[in-house]
């Protein structure tokens, strides 16, 4: 990456907001080349919810719940005077590491991020395979376990509630309250708010038995998932993502693991699991690419 701005916006701000600001973000980083790496041809910009390819581009995002069939492409491509092309977070991520990262060279890639939430994007011969109607975020409301947790969603025993980063450290501290003995708490002065997975990663890796019990559970129930998706649309590559890297790398080793043992491990006879390479650029790096590709 030559150069960048920043700037922060806010869940309750206006869309027209958002588009200037983003807009202005543009013009700091085009000021900041000056031609140096020769005059722009495109913009790409990566959008964190639904993407509608019709004759605008439109978007829905749970991130800005006051968006809502808002145009992007016409406003941008007005404003700053060159083709725009708009792809969604996840499968701009996984078009990152498609061109320049972890996948290279593979051209069917299931790009999976654990957060609070689970989303996952596929790319199909090296292109985002997108289903107009699916919300960002729906892989992660696939049941796994009948009858299993609450989920946000009002459902029980969904891949989220199970695999996700909230669900690991639930199950640190219903280990801890239960009366296994862990540094985990101790390190966070019994405020068990405080306990984040990253932290639970490093014990786990440290030795502690709650911290790798509960470590290998989640990647376990994470596999699961993988393995329904794997099966369903017969990727070359997966990628798993959560942040800090760490934790993505822990998780990704457990759920291979877990998978490896599985009546399913016959799944892994075409599949790879990989930890990304490009970090929390790869959506700006893959947008950029994305935007190159749709120009040329």
Known sequence: MVADARHPTR???SSQAILTTASQAVREVLAKLDGACGPPTSIGLALP???TER???WIWSGNFPNWDDVPVVPPFAESLGLPVAAIGTGHAAAFAEFSFGAAQGIADILYVRVGIDIDAALLVRGRPFVVPQVLPGQAGHMVIESGGPRCTCGDTG????LAGREALVARVVKGIRGGSPSAVGASVDGQFG???PALIVRMASAGD???RRALEETGRCLALGLA???ALFGPQAVIVESQPPAVGAALLRAAEKALKSSPRAGLLSHCVLLSPELGESAAVLGAAAWAARTAS
Not at 158 to 161: E, N, T, V
Request: proline letters at 0%.
């Open 228 to 230: 329904n998706l794997i």
């Open 49 to 51: 919810g639904r993407v």
């Open 194 to 196: 405080a306990i984040t």
């Open 209 to 211: 038995a709650v911290a």
């Open 11 to 13: 869940a309750g701000m």
């Open 55 to 57: 004759d605008e581009t």
């Open 158 to 161: 969904c891949w989220q509630a």
